[in-house]
C-alpha cells in the first residue's frame, strides 16, 4: 500500500524549525536533503573545486567548497 504524502504550503513550511540534514520544499512536499556520499560527493567536490579555480581566475564564478 502506498502512502500520499501531505502536502504543505511555504507558509507552513517556514513555521517547521531547522534540522539536519536540511528540509527542501519541493511541489509542497517535505524531504530531507541527504549529503550525497561515495562516488557522487567526490564528483560534486571535484566539481565545485575546478568552478572555484577557474572562477578566481577568470573572476566570472563563484563555488563553495563547504560541507553540510
Avoid at 9 to 14: K, P, R, S, V, W
Avoid at 58 to 67: D, E, F, N, P, T
Wanted: glycine letters at 8%; zero cysteines; hydrophobic letters at 40%.
Amino acid at each position: 500500500m502506498a502512502v500520499t504524502p501531505q502536502r504543505m504550503t511555504l507558509a507552513e513550511f517556514l513555521k517547521l524549525p531547522e534540522v539536519k540534514p536540511a528540509r527542501e520544499l519541493r511541489h509542497g512536499v517535505v524531504s530531507q536533503n541527504v549529503p550525497p556520499a561515495g562516488e557522487h560527493g567526490s564528483i560534486r567536490s571535484w566539481f565545485g573545486a575546478q568552478v572555484y579555480i577557474f572562477g578566481e581566475l577568470q573572476r566570472i564564478a563563484q563555488a563553495s567548497l563547504r560541507r553540510e
